[in-house]
C-alpha cells in the first residue's frame, strides 16, 4: 500500500502514532522542535536531541488539491484529496493531508489538529482537519 519505512530515525514517531501522539524531537541545546533529521533544524549534529510530544495544532501554511490519485494504491478511490504544508505550534512544518468532506473550506492560514488515520497494522499516519 505505502513504502513507508519504520527506520531507528523515524522509529519514535511512528510509535507514537500508533499510540494518537504526534512526535516531534526538541533540541536540547537551542530549545528548538524539529522532525527528522536534525539537518532541517539549523542546529549541529552532534546536538542532543530529545523526542516530545506536539500539540498536534497548527495552521494551514500552504496546500493544494489533487484531483489524481498518486503515491499508492491507498488514493485511488480517495480524489479528490487535499495535501497541506502545516505549520505546528511548535514552529515544525509538516507534510500530511487534510480530511474534510467540504474542501471548499480549506484555505491558508485556518486552523488545524491532527487526526490520525490507521493505514497498516504497523502504520498509522497523521492527518489533519480543521478545527471549527
Given amino acids: 500500500m505505502f513504502n513507508l519505512k519504520i527506520d531507528k530515525d523515524s522509529k519514535e514517531f511512528w510509535t507514537g502514532a500508533k499510540k494518537g501522539k504526534l512526535m516531534i524531537q526538541k ?6 522542535h524539529f522532525l527528522y533529521t536534525r539537518g532541517h533544524f539549523g542546529g549541529s549534529a552532534e546536538d542532543d536531541h ?3 510530544e506536539s500539540s498536534g495544532k ?4 500552504s496546500y ?3 484531483h489524481i490519485p ?10 479528490p484529496y487535499v495535501i497541506a504544508s ?4 511548535e514552529g515544525v512544518r509538516f507534510t500530511s493531508n ?8 480549506i484555505s491558508i492560514g485556518k486552523k488545524v489538529e491532527v487526526e490520525f488515520v490507521k493505514l497498516t497494522d504497523e502504520i498509522t499516519f497523521p492527518c489533519f482537519k480543521l478545527i471549527e
Fill in 70 to 79: 498518486g503515491g499508492s494504491e491507498y488514493y485511488k478511490d480517495k480524489t
Fill in 27 to 32: 533540541c536540547l541545546k537551542t530549545g528548538d
Fill in 98 to 105: 487534510i480530511i474534510s468532506s467540504n474542501l471548499e473550506r
Fill in 64 to 66: 493544494t488539491i489533487s
Fill in 58 to 61: 497548527g495552521i494551514i501554511y
Fill in 86 to 89: 502545516i505549520q505546528l505550534l
Fill in 50 to 52: 530529545i523526542w516530545v
